[in-house]
């Protein structure tokens, strides 16, 4: 594992955002795995940047989010679908036909979770996949289990994560209750995985993914296992790592 502890958020996009921008100069046609959230903004402005000043294209970059609500649909302005357009790719020159996000709407949804894996089986499998994680050490919507989740698959979300999310619905009876995921195999199947976090509200999290027992308890510790992951951190996020 690779650890950066950086000075604060906008080191933290910048850090999260060269990566990437390697990544795709050494491999326009790289295949990402994509997060929505607060934690990447900065880095998503930061790559728009980069690509109007034209360093870096995505005009060959395939991209798969790693969830999405279910029952909302894309125009819906709490999508995923929506999410990612408002705040990356309508700014920067990605083909349409190249971004995935689960269909939240799918009337079949264990057909569209399999469908999605095969997708990104065709692609090639992704090679760098971007998390953030919960203050509960969720990543994408798997939540604290007794069990690691497998592949593309329905969630029923935690309280924890209702409540958290709710502040961008206005109400918590607005939040929906399921979402579709890429489960925890289909995230360690990634070749290399970078994980952000800033903020005091997720020290916690990071000291129990980074330096806690492996468990589905705290679904971010599988990550430990994984073979090339690195971590951005800001100094907040980091506080209680020992390893500072
Ligand atoms: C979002 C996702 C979630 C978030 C996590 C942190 O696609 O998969 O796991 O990464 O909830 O959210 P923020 O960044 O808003 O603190």
């Not at 390697?22 to 997060?35: C, E, F, R």
């Not at 057909?111 to 095969?118: N, V």
């Not at 360690?188 to 903020?199: D, F, K, P, Q, V």
Request: aromatic share 8%; charged share 25%.
């Amino acid at each position: 594992m690779k650890l950066h502890i950086v000075k604060n958020y906008d080191e933290l996009s910048h850090a999260a955002a060269e990566k990437v921008a390697h990544i795709v100069k050494s491999n326009p046609k790289v295949v990402l795995g994509l997060p929505t959230g607060s934690t990447p903004l900065g880095m998503y402005k930061e790559l728009i940047d980069m690509n109007k000043r034209k360093e870096i294209s995505f005009k060959e970059v395939i991209t798969f989010n790693l969830d999405e609500y279910q029952g909302l649909p894309r125009e819906d302005v709490n999508s995923y679908y929506r999410f990612m357009w408002d705040n990356f790719f309508s700014h920067i020159d990605i083909v349409k036909e190249n971004t995935n996000i689960p269909n939240g709407m799918a009337d079949d949804v264990e057909k569209e979770c399999t469908a999605y894996e095969s997708r990104i089986e065709k692609a090639g499998g992704i090679d760098l996949m971007i998390l953030g994680i919960g203050n509960n050490g969720h990543i994408g919507f798997n939540e604290p289990a007794q069990f690691f989740g497998g592949i593309t698959h329905r969630v029923k979300l935690t309280e924890n994560t209702i409540e958290a999310n709710s502040r961008f619905f206005g109400a918590i009876d607005r939040v929906p209750r399921y979402a579709i995921t890429m489960g925890i195999k289909s995230i360690m199947h990634c070749r290399s995985i970078m994980l952000l976090a800033n903020g005091k509200a997720k020290a916690e999290a990071i000291k129990k993914a980074l330096e806690g027992p492996i468990t589905p308890e705290l679904p971010a510790s599988v990550l430990q296992l994984h073979r090339d992951l690195t971590v951005i951190v800001d100094k907040e996020a980091g506080s209680l790592l020992s390893c500072r």
